[in-house]
């Protein structure tokens, strides 16, 4: 697929929103990506323009971000970038940039981090096992009956 993949750095803007839909869990937030850069003039850093973008992510990254990310902290977001624009009668067009999550991180450069893994589904309700390995050696008796049957082919 030609789809528009990035990678935006910023902090969350808005409180993560967590819904539960007939379709998996989802959840949105605003994240702001403010460029800086060094005024030399000034001999100090200057924050420039700030991008908005509203992040959805879906299924088990929504329930891991409505549980691990807050207001102001510092993320790394990769998905794919819809920009839409719309106008209504009467009043001025507006363009929406959304990030459709694939991975959600907080920024290690500003900060630390604890990482813990989930627990997956079928293990915390059931108590159901891994699948157990397959076996994949040739039964002894199998191989022979193999070659015969090519040779007769």
């Given at each position: 697929?030609?789809?528009?993949?990035?990678?935006?750095?910023?902090?969350?803007?808005?409180?993560?929103?967590?819904r539960?839909?007939?379709?998996?869990?989802?959840?949105?937030?605003?994240?702001?990506?403010?460029?800086r850069?060094?005024?030399?003039?000034?001999?100090?850093?200057?924050?420039?323009?700030?991008?908005?973008?509203?992040?959805?992510?879906?299924?088990?990254?929504?329930?891991?971000?409505?549980?691990?990310?807050?207001?102001?902290?510092?993320i790394?977001?990769?998905?794919?970038?819809?920009?839409?624009?719309e106008?209504?009668?009467?009043?001025?067009?507006?363009?929406?940039?959304?990030?459709?999550?694939v991975?959600?991180?907080?920024?290690?450069?500003?900060?630390?981090?604890?990482?813990?893994?989930?627990q997956?589904?079928?293990?915390?309700?059931?108590?159901?096992?891994?699948?157990?390995?397959?076996?994949?050696e040739?039964?002894?008796?199998?191989?022979?009956?193999?070659?015969?049957?090519?040779?007769?082919?």
């Open positions: 697929m030609n789809e528009t993949m990035i990678c935006a750095v910023g902090n969350v803007a808005t409180q993560p929103v967590y539960e839909l007939a379709t998996g869990a989802s959840v949105r937030f605003r994240l702001a990506a403010t460029a850069y060094l005024d030399r003039e000034k001999n100090e850093w200057t924050d420039g323009h700030t991008n908005f973008f509203t992040v959805w992510a879906n299924r088990q990254l929504a329930t891991n971000v409505s549980g691990s990310i807050n207001v102001g902290d510092p790394v977001v990769h998905g794919r970038l819809k920009v839409r624009s106008g209504r009668e009467g009043q001025p067009a507006w363009t929406s940039a959304d990030i459709d999550a991975a959600i991180g907080h920024d290690l450069a500003r900060g630390t981090s604890a990482f813990r893994r989930t997956r589904l079928e293990n915390a309700v059931g108590g159901a096992s891994a699948q157990p390995e397959p076996a994949w040739t039964p002894p008796g199998e191989t022979a009956d193999r070659q015969e049957a090519v040779a007769v082919t």
